[in-house]
């Protein structure tokens, strides 16, 4: 398994060659619709960065969120940005691996979950109406049936296969998952929605994160798995000889983004890729949420490498991948919690505080109505 992983570390100057476009050259389904994608107005970036320039407040002094609310502005290719309309699209899955005993429960709490959320009764719903943010939970492969109304029905299976003993998805399904979530993308953006942030629910989905972060950054299980809901020690020995036995099953093609994510993926995993694909594809930011979701974020880097424009990092999570996983990213949290609920709840976290920087952007004192010299800005020698 060493020896696999370093023989791999050698070829990912090839990989990173394939990565400067997009990886669909044999996945032909998704061409279509990654052929016509946003890029940053970079004239609306610069507006951004002058606006604030202008505020009475010493240079930068607002840090990572000014490079966030410029970012936003190109991405909605105008200085005159706007975020009021916000929500969170939690993607619901099961996934077979639980089967493998490396959750404290089993799959039925997926459906149960999900049923709360769309009652409005989550963890999620009570933190989003806070910020006046909709909650939008989407049933992608729950291994059951859940009529609530509030639940929009995307199901593509009845759950995931057992990655420890087969492929997760088939090509089929992994493909029509990540098309739906592109397609909802640009469906809550014809709603007239600003801004997304990701969410999941599925029992199993840090065991089938783990794994695929081990396959995407050439680490050992052991160094990227960790407790999840909260294993004992035992618990977490089973959960990574089962991510062993999952890579050594499906040896998945560390080059492929796609085969990865077939191979050892969730379809709520899948659901978020096409998510952030679709924030490219139709020009809306979408937060990170925590590992599972930054995972989802690493494997539509590995797909488009621009992808990562529209990506916007919320908090760090205490899974030893996550913070591994944001620096290859290159993207810096702005909320460190230690946090581990899922749901979305550390993205949600982050309207607010855009919501605080935007008020400064749009409505601070200049330094000319004040009649205060600027302050000047140089830049590091």
Known sequence: MKQIIQETKTERKKTEELNRGCFVKDYTELQELLSDTYTLDAAAVTEAKKRWDSIAKPIGSLGIFEDMIGRVAGIQKTPDIHLHQKAM???????????????????????????????????????????????????????????????????????????????????????????????????????????????????????????????????LPEEVTGRGAGLSDDGLKRKIEVIYQALEINNPDREDPFDILMKLGGYDIAGMVGLYLGGMKFGVPIIIDGFISSTAALLAKRICT????????????????????????????????????????????????????????????????????????FEKS
């Open 89 to 219: 699209v939690v993607f619901c899955s099961d996934n077979g691996v639980v089967e493998e005993g490396v959750t404290q429960t089993d799959s039925s709490v997926t459906a149960i979950v999900t049923r709360n959320i769309a009652k409005g009764c989550a963890n999620i719903n009570h933190m989003a109406k806070t910020v006046n943010a909709q909650v939008i939970p989407v049933d992608i492969g729950i291994n059951s049936d859940v009529a609530e109304t509030e639940v929009w029905q995307r199901k593509v299976s009845y759950g995931t296969r057992n990655i420890a003993k087969e492929p997760a998805m088939t090509r089929e399904n992994m493909i029509n998952a990540v098309r739906t979530g592109m397609e909802l993308a640009g469906e809550l953006k014809a709603k007239g929605f600003h801004i997304l942030g990701t969410g999941e629910m599925g029992i199993g989905n840090t065991t089938t994160s783990s794994a695929v972060a081990s396959a995407l950054l050439n680490l």
């Open 306 to 377: 621009g992808v990562t424009d529209f990506m916007l990092p919320s908090h760090k999570s205490k899974e030893p991948a996550a913070n591994l996983i944001l620096k290859e990213l290159g993207l810096t949290p702005v909320i460190t919690g230690n946090l581990a609920l899922g749901e979305g709840t550390g993205a949600v976290m982050l309207f607010p505080l855009l919501d605080m920087a935007l008020n400064v952007y749009r409505s601070s004192t200049t330094f000319d109505a004040i009649q205060i010299k600027a302050y000047e800005r």
